[in-house]
């Protein structure tokens, strides 16, 4: 068993060697089982409002491999999305007219001389990257809601890819306290519009995206994940709310370094499956309500996205060419 578990572990390691044979291998999960160790307390502190710790952690798996949950990221503020709604920041904006786009900053490191702007919502954190570049990151990774405006430049055709977490509040195990249990598996969900110089819709999000998953928890069991081709199927794992962590599992996979290159091949991932408004609970949120002329226009209605499962997929990464 162990020979064959460092096999597996060699092959993970060498997929340009193995490109064709070991696609079984790097499909498998990774399984971990129970609470993570606590590496960072907090990213941020929001005083004075309800806000979840946004806390990072790092468990061993079952076969020795490292993993920091709920996901590696690259929380820093020179890297912060401007905001559209924001309680941390005390920037809340009432709707989109009242946003002064001149006054954003345009973020140039995609190259390119045309202005586009995005509009995202985020349950709970993204990290938005152009043709490879990472633009711009969100300020509040687990709550208050918030909802951010990122201005940048870019040349036809890009690729639009971003990092999506669902943070949780039991590192390891995707679970938080609410609806009366202190294991509630939380829900994900990620909203964008991406619009061009002249104010005209160039993207938003939809069945058009590529999503994959990284992270899944909690489970309960390992036999209800089903992995056929790109697809890692979690709808048949059970969500039920939980009192103790006990017998809590997860599953990881390893992050391709390039995965929001142009280059990257993605045609293995599953298209992004779409979700309602009333599905990820955000028409009590004035982060999202404020800015529905832009979300839910009647002309061009951005659908909220992630893989298959909002509920146990945690770390979902999506991409988008533009032509
Ligand atoms: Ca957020
Ligand atoms: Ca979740
Ligand atoms: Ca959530």
């Known amino acids: 068993m162990v020979i064959v578990r460092l096999l597996v572990i060699g092959l993970l ?85 009242d946003i002064d786009l001149n006054a954003l900053p345009i973020r140039t490191q995609a190259g390119g001389t045309d202005v586009y702007t995005a509009y995202i919502f985020a349950d709970n954190y993204f990290e938005f990257y152009v043709d490879g570049k990472l633009l711009a990151i969100d300020p509040v990774p687990f709550t208050p809601f918030n909802s951010s405006v990122i201005r940048f430049t870019a040349k036809r055709p890009f690729t639009l890819a971003a990092k999506l977490v669902d943070w949780e509040e039991h590192l390891g195990v995707g679970t938080e306290s609410g609806w009366g249990a202190s294991h509630h598996p939380g829900d994900g969900g990620f909203v964008a519009v991406i619009k061009d110089a002249q104010g005209k819709t160039v993207a938003t999000t939809d069945t058009d995206w590529r999503a994959q998953t990284y992270y899944i928890a909690p489970l309960q069991n390992r036999e209800c994940l089903k992995i056929s081709g790109g697809l890692r199927d979690s709808r048949h794992c059970s969500s039920s709310n939980r009192h103790s962590a006990d017998g809590l599992i997860a599953a990881h996979w390893p992050v391709p370094d390039n995965w929001a290159a142009k280059s990257f091949d993605d045609r293995s991932w599953p298209r992004a499956t779409t979700f309602s408004n009333d599905t990820v609970g955000v028409d009590n949120k004035r982060s999202y309500t404020n800015f529905t002329a832009i979300f839910d226009d009647r002309h061009n209605d951005a659908r909220f996205i992630w893989s298959p499962n909002l509920i146990l997929d945690n770390l979902v990464l999506v991409r988008r060419t533009i032509q």
């Not at 960072?40 to 798996?61: K, Q, V, W, Y």
């Open 13 to 97: 390691g060498l997929p340009s060697l193995f490109s064709e044979g070991t696609a079984w291998a790097r499909d498998q999960a990774i399984f971990s089982q129970g609470q993570a160790r606590v590496i960072n307390s907090g990213l941020m502190e929001c005083r004075g409002r309800r806000s979840r710790t946004s806390a990072i952690g790092e468990i061993t798996a079952t076969d020795g491999s490292k993993w920091t949950v709920p996901a590696a990221v690259h929380y820093s503020k020179p890297l912060f999305a401007d905001d559209l709604y924001n309680d941390c920041s005390g920037i809340r904006y009432d709707s989109p007219r």
